[in-house]
């Protein structure tokens, strides 16, 4: 059984820019989650997608938007990259309780 | 605003003894503790959890302790084995259904032979 896998692995924009970044869930769950994690943070709340609608959000500005397909699967997207956005991106995916997380993609933004 | 914290930026133990790990958090609506272990280049893995109705987890070589009147919980794994070395973070939500979890900083522990 695969469990949450996320791509990219790594990726290189620079300031300005747009990126989209992937997730697949674990088998059976039908919630994901997205946080990002800075360097020597721990990992920070952006959004939950349950049911192909955002079911709770964090604390970031609206150029973080995602989206949840009818598999399941997940996008997140960051417009207009800033500096500060260079970071890991974890996903994590769930049906009741414990969440489990995928390798991440680490974006850097030059 | 650091809702979840681990003062404890590393902690360094000898195999076979006991580590402990320390976080504390400052949200009296948090009601499910986790505790979740990251190795370079992997997401975080769970290890353990509890819920605020109890006091003690126990998994194997993990406990996890909480005290609720002084929103303190503690991880302490016996005996530490050199495999145990990782980043641990605690993390904190209000409700065990799957939730936003708040995280912790870390504690980068290192076990040594």
């Not at chain 1, 150029?63 to 207009?80: C, D, I, K, M, T």
């Not at chain 2, 580590?19 to 609506?29: A, E, K, P, Q």
């Not at chain 2, 503790?33 to 194997?60: C, M, Q, R, V």
Request: charged share 15%; glycine share 8%.
């Amino acid at each position: 059984d695969a469990g949450v896998t996320q791509s990219p692995t790594h990726l290189i924009k620079t300031r300005g820019q747009q990126v989209t970044l992937r997730c697949s869930p674990k088998s059976g769950h039908d919630t994901v989650s997205w946080y990002q994690q800075a360097l020597g943070q721990g990992p920070q709340f952006i959004f939950q997608y349950y049911e192909e609608e955002e079911r709770q959000r964090g604390n970031f500005p609206d150029r973080f938007s995602g989206h949840q397909f009818p598999n399941y699967s997940s996008e997140l997207n960051v417009n207009a990259l800033l500096l500060g956005d260079s970071a890991l991106y974890l996903c994590a995916s769930s049906v009741f309780g414990e969440q489990f997380f995928g390798p991440g993609t680490r974006l850097t933004v030059l | 605003d650091q809702q979840v914290k681990q003062n404890s930026p590393s902690l360094s133990v000898q195999e076979g003894r006991i580590s402990i790990l320390n976080c504390d958090y400052t949200n009296s609506m948090f009601d499910y503790f986790l505790w979740y272990k990251k190795y370079p280049a992997e997401g975080p893995t769970f290890l353990i959890s509890i819920s605020s109705i109890k006091d003690k987890n126990e998994d194997g070589r993990f406990t996890v302790f909480l005290n609720k009147s002084a929103k303190h919980l503690s991880l302490h794994i016996v005996p530490s084995q050199p495999g145990d070395s990782a980043v641990y973070f605690c993390a904190a939500s209000p409700s065990n259904s799957g939730y936003a979890l708040n995280f912790g900083k870390g504690t980068s522990l290192l076990v040594t032979p």
